[in-house]
Every structure is written in structure tokens, then in C-alpha cells.
């Protein structure tokens, strides 16, 4: 392939120091938290690759080829527990070149695609022994091959062409900074389009990736051992700083475990269904995570809403450890958070508090109700969480009679309907029934709401929707929609005027149902 030439600007060493500086305090490196810690030290826990090459080697991930197991293409390891879309990525690494001709390549694949068998494509900030490579940007398996040579400061355009607009520095005087054979430190920052990396505090290019039909926002981070003569690449300290999106909202859809029979409490099954009908509403990135609390450390520091879909009470994911306290904090930084069905319900001293701060109410033993009934909702609120929204019925677990913020104060009731006097005729018991709860039903005649939003006095939102114990409800429209309406609005996206779109088939239904079976 052809490479544009480089346009180089000579300037002293302080003066480039200066730059980089400058140009760290500006995209926020200078000011950074440290992030999460992706790598353990001991072990390739999180990370998925071929045995064959890769492993841990004096607390460092290591790869390795020898004359007697080569690689016969480049091969990845992949780090499993999340995917990458704005971040700060430090980590530090090395090579050897355990050959003839001192070759060593490798890199760090970011928002990249997993073609699978340990292969990926996609964005690299590539490393390696000699002295063209490391630090450019590279695009593995796709058509750009190199979108940035060494101190390049690169825009690529809508109409897919190149255009090399300034310097960032030398690229020798940038690689004599680079220790061959020791460890050096390396910084990727993806915000937006906008892609960097720096070696060991030279920025070392700064690319603008303006091409919609090839920029890509989000995928796997990857380690890459290169096919060849034998090497060795070792990374450790790996960190991990997510960075809020600038021209999106993150939704971050959590489902928990399995627990009921085929068809009920499907919640991988429905989270990654809400999480599809999401896709093409504009301004959202929505992210499933599946089978309980995240094991992504980083999971919910750059979500604008947080959304759960599991089971409750003592078992629900988010009243275990100091979880609450993490997402607390998430909250006071402006998350959002919703609640779907049995998620609602939480310990009255472990979570009730952060609930009711959180979302407005809660599922209280000995004080709600979870019977199995057809609800009517025909007098919908006008409320952006109801646009688009019909009027409808559905038989379900409707949970009701729930414990509310004081004065109902910041809450608006989306979906109330008045429970037949059948919903009451089990014993009284933590959640089948009690005086309360009769009195308000049976004498007092109070339609019971079954789905709210709150707005907090911060101006943050959440909701709490009681319904969701069958799987087959999320194919009807109305149901599905007001869901998705208060998605996005606890996000802060605006809600269309018909509502969030979208269609679902029985096929849809039919996808990622956990195993028959308990």
C-alpha cells in the first residue's frame, strides 16, 4: 500500500514536553484516577487466549512463541468481562526478540471486532521491537492498514480519505524515548472519534476518525501476539478508565441469574431483547451485561442510566457487599436507574433507603403484594414515558402497594390499575397480604400503581416497573414500549413523539432463553 508522507515540525525538547503536557491536561490524563485494574498479577482470569501461547509469567501476562510451537497467524488475548467504547487505557509492557533478526510485534486491539478462534480486528495501538511501529495506529483486518505513522496528527474524513494535518512530535526523537527490551508505559485514550496514544509520555499520534461507515465506538480490547520468528510480549499493570461519552448516552442493562421455569424470570433473555430494540434510537449506546452483578470492574462508571432485571429481596445483586455504596456514588454523579420486576424489591434496611432515594419506591415485605392478575390501564398520564403508549391490559405478576417516597413527593404514577378483590384472597404473609394493604384495596377502592418514574431532587431519574414474570409480555407493543419510553428517560434522552420504535417477533422471543430446567 502507499504511505502518505509525514509532515514533520522540528521544535526543542521543552517545548515539546510543554506540548505534551498541554495536551494531557486536556484530554484529562493528568488529572486521571488510575481506573480499574484489569490484570490480577497472578493468574489470566477475565482474559481468553490460546494456552498455547499465552500465560502468566513473573506477574506479568505473557506471550510467547518458540521455534517448536510458532503461531501461524497473529493471535489474541481477549479480555472477556466487558467492551471497550470511551476510556483511558494505561498498562505497561516490553518485548524480547528471541531471533535473528530482532523481531518482536505486538499491540492492543481496542473497540475491536472478535472474528473468534482468539482472532480480532479492528483498531491498534501497535508495539514492537524495532523502530517504525510503535505507538502508531493500525487497523488490524480491516482496509486502512496504517491510519497513522509515528508523530502524525491524522484526520480521516467522511469521504473515507487520509489527511495528515499536523505533528505531534519527531518519530525518532519519539523512539529513542521507547526502552527496547524493558518496560515502558503506554496510554490510549478513546473519547469519541478521537484516538491517542502516548509512550512513555510522548504523545505519539492524535487521529480524528470522521468516516461513519468505519469508525467504530465500542468492541473487545485485545492483546496481540504476532505471527513469525520467535518472541516474547509482556503486559502488566493493566488499567482501565472509562470516560463519559460525549454525544451519547450509555444505558447499562443488567440482568440477573437464572431462577424460574422456561418463560419466566427470562432475564438475560429480556435484557438483551430491550437492549436490541435500543440499538437504533439516536443519541444511545445501550450495554447488556448478563447473569448477575457485573464482573467488569468498570461496568457502571460511565453509564448515564442503570438498569436491573432480576431477582429480589435478600438475593437481589445489588444489595450484596458494598455494592450499594458504589452505586451510590454512580448516582450522585447523575446515573439513572430503573427496576424491572422482582428487582424492585429489596431488604427494608438494605437497599429500601437507596431504593426509595434512587427510584422513588420499593417492593416492602409485609407491606406490598405480588399476586398474579390481569391489570387495565386506560388513563394514561401525560408524561414523556408515555408517548407512543396505548391503552392496554396484561395478565402478569403485577406487584402493588408499594412503598413510596414520602407525599409521593418527585413520583408520578405511569401505570395504576385497581386490583380485583381475588388478588388478596391468600393468607396474610410477607408478601400476600396484610391489613394495610386489604384496607387500601377493599374499603378505600385504591388503584394501586404498578409501574412509576421518580425525578430526584438532584435532577436525577429512575423508575420501578412491577411487571416482566413472563417473557412472552415483551412482545406486546404497549408493554414493551412503556419500558423502553422510561429508558431512555431516565437517561435523559429525549423520548420520541410516538415513543421508543420498535418490533418484535416471535423468533425474537425465542432468542438466548436460559436452558429448559432449573
Given at each position: 500500500?502507499q504511505?502518505?508522507p ?5 521544535c ?8 505534551a503536557?498541554g495536551?494531557l491536561a486536556?484530554t484529562?490524563l ?6 480499574a485494574?484489569?490484570?490480577n ?49 494505561r498498562?505497561?509492557?516490553r ?5 535473528d533478526?530482532?523481531?518482536a510485534?505486538s499491540?492492543?486491539?481496542y473497540?475491536?471486532?472478535?472474528f473468534g478462534?482468539?482472532g480480532?480486528?479492528?483498531y ?10 510503535s ?6 483486518r ?6 497513522a ?8 474524513g ?5 489527511q495528515?494535518t ?7 526523537e519519539?523512539?529513542a ?5 524493558d518496560?515502558?508505559?503506554y496510554?490510549i485514550?478513546?473519547?469519541g472519534?478521537?484516538?491517542v ?17 468505519k ?5 473487545v480490547l485485545?492483546?496481540?501476539?504476532h505471527a513469525?520468528?520467535?518472541m516474547?510480549?509482556q503486559?502488566?499493570?493493566?488499567r ?21 421455569g422456561?418463560?419466566?424470570h ?9 437492549g ?7 443519541g444511545?449506546?445501550?450495554?447488556c451485561y448478563l ?10 462508571d ?8 432480576s ?8 444489595v ?5 455504596r458504589?452505586?451510590?456514588?454512580k ?7 430503573g427496576c424491572l420486576?422482582?428487582?424492585?424489591e ?10 426509595l432515594?434512587?427510584?422513588?419506591g420499593y417492593?416492602?415485605?409485609d ?7 390481569h391489570?387495565?390501564f ?10 407512543g403508549?396505548?391503552s392496554f391490559?396484561?395478565q ?5 402497594h408499594?412503598?413510596?417516597?414520602d407525599?409521593?413527593?418527585g413520583?408520578t ?22 391489613p ?19 425525578e ?38 429525549e423520548?420520541p413523539?410516538?415513543?421508543v420504535?420498535s ?5 425474537d422471543?425465542?432468542?438466548?432463553l ?5
Amino acid at each position: 500500500m502507499q504511505i502518505e508522507p509525514m509532515k514533520t515540525r522540528i521544535c526543542s525538547w521543552d517545548s515539546l514536553v510543554a506540548s505534551a503536557l498541554g495536551f494531557l491536561a486536556a484530554t484529562g490524563l493528568a488529572a486521571s484516577d488510575g481506573g480499574a485494574a484489569l490484570f490480577n498479577g497472578r493468574d489470566l482470569e477475565g482474559w481468553d487466549g490460546d494456552p498455547k501461547f499465552w500465560s502468566v509469567r513473573d506477574g506479568a501476562i505473557t506471550g510467547r512463541t518458540t521455534p517448536d510451537n510458532p503461531a501461524k497467524g497473529n493471535t489474541f488475548l481477549i479480555w472477556r468481562l466487558g467492551l471497550v467504547d470511551d476510556f483511558e487505557l494505561r498498562f505497561l509492557y516490553r518485548t524480547e526478540a528471541n531471533n535473528d533478526q530482532g523481531f518482536a510485534n505486538s499491540g492492543v486491539q481496542y473497540r475491536s471486532r472478535d472474528f473468534g478462534q482468539w482472532g480480532v480486528g479492528g483498531y491498534q495501538a501497535d508495539i514492537e521491537h524495532g523502530d517504525t511501529y510503535s505507538g502508531i495506529l493500525y487497523e488490524e483486518r480491516m482496509t486502512r492498514g496504517i491510519m497513522a505513522e509515528r508523530g502524525q496528527k491524522v484526520v480521516w474524513g467522511a469521504d473515507g480519505k487520509k489527511q495528515v494535518t499536523g505533528s505531534v512530535g519527531d518519530s525518532k526523537e519519539i523512539q529513542a524515548g521507547i526502552r527496547k527490551g524493558d518496560w515502558n508505559e503506554y496510554v490510549i485514550v478513546a473519547r469519541g472519534n478521537h484516538l491517542v496514544h502516548t509512550i512513555n509520555g510522548r504523545v505519539t499520534v492524535d487521529v480524528t476518525d470522521a468516516d461513519p461507515a468505519k469508525q467504530v465506538r465500542q468492541g473487545v480490547l485485545a492483546l496481540q501476539l504476532h505471527a513469525g520468528p520467535p518472541m516474547t510480549v509482556q503486559f502488566k499493570d493493566i488499567r482501565l478508565k472509562r470516560l463519559k461519552l460525549g454525544d451519547r448516552k450509555k444505558i447499562v442493562l443488567t440482568a440477573g441469574a437464572r431462577s424460574h421455569g422456561a418463560g419466566e424470570h427470562e432475564h438475560n433473555a429480556g435484557i438483551q431483547l430491550l437492549g436490541k430494540c435500543l440499538e437504533n434510537v439516536p443519541g444511545v449506546l445501550p450495554v447488556c451485561y448478563l447473569n448477575g452483578w457485573p464482573k467488569d470492574p468498570t461496568a457502571y462508571d460511565n453509564a448515564d442510566a442503570i438498569v436491573i432485571y432480576s431477582d429480589g429481596g435478600g438475593g437481589h445483586p445489588f444489595v450484596q457487599g458494598d455494592r450499594l455504596r458504589l452505586l451510590d456514588e454512580k448516582v450522585k454523579q447523575g446515573a439513572g436507574v430503573g427496576c424491572l420486576h422482582y428487582a424492585v424489591e429489596v431488604p427494608k434496611n438494605n437497599g429500601g433507603p437507596e431504593l426509595l432515594r434512587w427510584i422513588g419506591g420499593y417492593f416492602e415485605t409485609d407491606w406490598s403484594v405480588n399476586p398474579h392478575w390481569h391489570a387495565e390501564f386506560k388513563n394514561l398520564p401525560d408524561h414523556p414515558v408515555t408517548r407512543g403508549v396505548k391503552s392496554f391490559g396484561m395478565q402478569d405478576e403485577w406487584y402493588y402497594h408499594m412503598r413510596f417516597a414520602d407525599g409521593m413527593k418527585g413520583v408520578t404514577p405511569i401505570l395504576s390499575a385497581l386490583p380485583p378483590a381475588s388478588t388478596l384472597n391468600r393468607p396474610d404473609g410477607p408478601h400476600s397480604g396484610n391489613p394495610d394493604v386489604r384496607k387500601a384495596v377493599l374499603e378505600r377502592k385504591e388503584s394501586q400503581h404498578l409501574m412509576w418514574v421518580y425525578e430526584r431532587p438532584d435532577g436525577g431519574r429512575g423508575f420501578g416497573f412491577t411487571g416482566g414474570h413472563h417473557h412472552p409480555s415483551w412482545g406486546h407493543e404497549d408493554f414493551r414500549k412503556v419500558v423502553l419510553n422510561a429508558i431512555v428517560w431516565i437517561a435523559h434522552v429525549e423520548v420520541p413523539a410516538g415513543g421508543v420504535a420498535s418490533t418484535v417477533s416471535e423468533a425474537d422471543l425465542k432468542q438466548n432463553l436460559d436452558p429448559k430446567g432449573r
